[in-house]
């Protein structure tokens, strides 16, 4: 599985960004699928995951309410709407998914396939 993210750039605090994630292969539909961040000089987070049909989603308590994570399987492609952004959501962004049949997960080692990131920089 191979994952390209997109959509990072810089913004001003209280804009916002809408990242996306393209998946190869025709079993997208199949994975369920992460957002992750990491800032310099701090471990990879949690931001948020949907389920392989979108119906479940859960989120880190630092985004709800501000980030919205979403799915179309029709375009093998996940995303991540960033509203009122905040200078400490500066980081870099992930998307990964998990391939396996396990019900939704916010935990980052249980997801095998990573795409390469993109930059978000929030300015104050």
């Known amino acids: 599985v191979q994952l390209q993210a997109s959509g990072g750039g810089l913004v001003q605090a209280g804009g916002s960004l809408r990242l996306s994630c393209v998946a190869d292969?025709?079993?997208?539909?199949?994975?369920?699928m992460g957002w992750f961040r990491q800032a310099p000089g701090k471990e990879r987070e949690f931001v948020a995951a949907i389920s392989r049909s979108g119906g479940t989603t859960r989120y880190a308590d630092s985004v709800k309410g501000r980030f919205i994570i979403s799915r179309d399987n029709t375009k093998n492609t996940a995303y991540l709407q960033m509203d009122s952004l905040e200078s400490e959501d500066t980081a870099v962004y992930y998307c990964a998914a998990d391939t396996t049949f396990r019900p939704v997960t916010t935990t980052t080692r249980l997801y095998n396939y990573w795409g390469q990131g993109t930059q978000v920089t929030v300015s104050s």
């Open positions: 292969g025709r079993t997208f539909s199949r994975y369920n």
